[in-house]
């Protein structure tokens, strides 16, 4: 057991040493003087150029500059945008609760709609309503986020003129006005994680169901919507909390586009904008937080399934 | 004589459950004679009708794909489809008249899908786009299946610190959001080559074909016919091209396909930001993207690439199901 978590330390320094040394390089390796990249082309001043210099360490070695821009990272000091001068850690914290809120309702629905889905096809397994389901979950796996989310628009705020397109309402607005316009980006980011969610509670719960426990709950005459419920659901638990750790990280990528489709002020969204805008701090602050917030979730979901599942506990 | 001739693999009882037992007669396999590989037509016959029309549409695509580029660089421009960027509406250099179509009109026989908010014709676009996700798909999977699948195969068969190095490597790069990382690479560097786009998705997807291949080629290295290989002393580099990678090579091909179909969403998400190549080359995703604005006026030009882009996914989807089905079956009776 200690081994197991020590083992998963280990692992996440080294992931998040390499991680941000790539993030890092990307940038720094970047063909050309960076004072031009992060300038442009437009008029500037001595003054600037070396204020840039100074604050990039660019006269250092790239090793050393890599362990103080880390050292800076790591107490929360991610550098300056050029272009907005607003330090890049501000940005990100003002922007993270929204990204946070998609990410989770997004969750919440999928698990919520997979569930019910999963547990109908392998408890109804080769019949019409099992068939029926799976060829909806592959239709649902195959439709692209940004696609979803244009559906919803137009069927919701162009033909039924129900919800808006746009126009972000933080929670600060009203719990209502914030649902309003958190709905449909969730709703599009849900859909294909939950034909993710219910295709690995079916194919789960099929193995369960033979199990003999399940026979002998079934001698005892217990109800089948009790059995499939509470004793059969159990064991699949886990299994869906590691695919939701590991689908937190691809929602991290769907919300860039699905905040931008929506015109949502969020992480993705700003990552965006930076990138049109050439702010490359701020990109490579995004990407490295993005990134490094990826890490800690899965690295959180293994230590939970560690302590969790006796299988491993025991060993 | 009968059992050779015939399919080896319509003669594995499958017994509910899923497993396959294969009657006794059939590991007699008379020497010499090598089972009869079932041709491509008779693969295709053997589908279901939902994955046969998944082939149809993506060989349309293909040919699609194709004829655009045969269109643009041998024919310039006139084999008979219209010109992807021409403006139908405004004076053509190349007739001296002005264009008869206005602005989003609906599908007509002139303009199978209509015209967009340029009343350029969209079928026509369409055709054109499907070179960059067709391009795309194919660059990435060549990538992911040599690289990926060479290296996967070597280290599941060699094992050892080489191994644990690697594997621990590709760990660190799975572990990155990669659409993120896609968008951090072609913003930082200005990439917007068709390409160099493909083969910066190519490379970012070689850790997932390793992963695919070494699991395999774990799983075939315990196997009578490695065994026996290794016991007659073959080089472990006749071994690795001979006996592994053939049998690797299926099951990663048939994940290609569902990994090829993630390729093409994460372009299509890409050309939706505009990040991907260039405009006016027209791909599916920015004609989502430019129709979008006009969501009110004409749902039509939103809808016709999203679906030519669902079903392309969809489909190969599909496929890849198909073959990784297929491939499974054949692995349990190798």
Known sequence: MLKTIAFIFLRLIATLLAITFLTFAMVALLPGD???????????????????????????????????????????????????????????SQRVPVTAQLAIMAILIAVAAAIPIGVLGAYKQSKWQDSTSSGAVQVALSIPNFIVGIFLIWLFAVQWNLLPASNWNRISDGIGANLQSAIMPSLALALGTAAVFSRLVRSDMIGTLQENYILS????????????????????????????GISFGALLGGTVVIETLFAIPGLGFSLINAINGRDIILIQGITVFIAVMFILINTVVDLLYAVLDPRIRRS | MATTESNIDTQYLVVPGGT??????????????KPRRKSAFGVFREMPIVVKLGVFWLFLIFVGAIYAQLDVRVFNGSLPLADPNLQLNNFNPATGEFGTATPLESPSWAHLLGTDALARDTFSRAV????????????????GVIVGGVLGSLVGFVRGKTETALMAGIDVLLAFP??????ALISIFEVRDLFVISFV?????????????????????????????????????TILWREIIPNVMPTLIAYAMVAAAGVIVVEGALSFLGLSVQLPTPTWGN????????????????????LILTFTVLALNQVGDFFQRRSAHRGSSL
């Open chain 2, 128 to 143: 054109h786009g499907s070179w960059v996700s067709v391009t795309v798909a194919v660059v990435s999977v060549t990538c």
């Open chain 2, 201 to 237: 998705i190519g490379l970012l997807s070689i850790p997932a074909y390793m992963r695919v291949s070494r699991a395999n080629s774990l799983a075939i290295s315990n196997r009578e016919f490695v065994v026996a290989a290794q016991a007659i002393g073959t080089k472990k580099l």
């Open chain 2, 20 to 33: 396959i037992v294969a009657p006794v007669d059939d590991f007699v396999v008379p020497s010499g004679v």
């Open chain 1, 217 to 244: 709950a079934r001698a005892k005459g217990l109800s089948d919507r009790y059995i499939l419920f509470r004793h059969a659901l159990r064991p699949s638990s886990l299994s869906l909390m590691t695919i939701v």
């Open chain 2, 287 to 306: 004609m989502i993207n430019q129709a979008r604005r006009d969501i009110k006026i004409n749902f039509g030009q939103v809808l016709y690439p999203a």
């Open chain 1, 34 to 92: 960076p004072v031009d990249t992060i300038l442009g082309t437009g008029p500037r001043t001595d003054e600037q150029v070396s204020s840039i210099r100074g604050d990039l360490n660019l006269d250092d070695p790239f090793l050393i500059r890599y362990v103080s821009w880390l050292g800076d990272a790591v107490t929360g000091d991610l550098g300056d945008s050029y272009i907005t001068d607003q330090p890049v850690a501000e940005t990100i």
């Open chain 2, 178 to 183: 990669a659409l993120v990382l896609l968008l």
